[in-house]
């Protein structure tokens, strides 16, 4: 079964500071990997999403993210956060073989000290 | 292309009552999808739809969750005899089949009193 982790359940940055956000999977074959972004009361927008190929992928608004298959991770990088950035971001491995059933981490909610 | 649509965006309701929300989707998708997502948590998987056919619904919580897409459009999602375990956001999302990628909704968000 598919499972994904995210460690940081909360993370604090300073505007202008880099931003990591960790998620490890668990997927029998080549995975397809996203990542939403959520703010309050609202639904999840798709930040970026890996399929194959370059295993370092851009995204909307300056994200990017890097897949390394031997360390199962896809972690979601942006170079200098904006305070417009504070929302809860969820990481989701999809299952080809089920329909693309998107299988979601527990999320990482961000916050952006001015 | 409006995106995908929820309808209520939020419903409050007397425990053991009946509720029914409704999805529709991006037009040319043929892949709608239904996730349930609790305060602090992911959202979970329920069920989906490829246009009309329930492909996958061994995920739905009980026998008193259900989901239709009659027409291969819009789909309803009902919940029967709610409980207040109940209250949570329910999810819609879409895609094209074999394009991966799903489009989501607003949500509904349910309170069960």
């Known amino acids: 079964a598919q499972s994904v982790t995210q460690p940081d359940i909360h993370i604090t940055v300073s505007e202008g500071a880099s931003l990591e956000l960790r998620c490890n999977y668990s997927?029998?074959?080549?995975?397809?990997l996203f990542w939403y972004v959520q703010s309050p009361g609202q639904g999840l927008q798709l930040l970026l999403k890996?399929?194959?190929?370059?295993?370092l992928v851009q995204g909307i608004k300056g994200f990017e993210a890097e897949f390394k298959r031997s360390q199962s991770s896809f972690n979601l990088r942006k170079p200098s956060v904006h305070w417009s950035d504070a929302a809860e971001y969820f990481c989701a491995v999809g299952a080809l073989n089920a329909g693309n059933m998107l299988t979601f981490g527990g999320g990482t909610r961000l916050m952006v000290k001015p | 292309d409006t995106g995908v649509s929820q309808d209520p965006r939020h419903k409050i309701t007397k425990r053991g009552q009946n509720v029914t929300f409704r999805c529709d989707p991006i037009s040319e998708h043929n892949r709608l999808y239904w996730y349930r997502q609790t305060l602090g948590q992911g959202p979970e998987f329920l069920t989906y739809f490829q246009n009309e056919a329930q492909l996958e619904k061994s995920r739905l919580l009980s026998d008193r969750f259900s989901a239709e897409r009659p027409k291969g459009s819009f789909s309803t999602l009902e919940i029967q005899r709610t409980e207040q375990g109940d209250s949570a956001m329910y999810l819609c999302?879409?895609?094209?089949?074999?394009?991966?990628?799903?489009?989501f909704g607003q949500g509904t968000r349910l309170t069960v009193v």
């Open positions: 999302a879409s895609s094209l089949q074999g394009g991966a990628e799903a489009f």
């Open positions: 997927y029998g074959a080549t995975p397809y």
């Open positions: 890996y399929f194959s190929g370059d295993t």
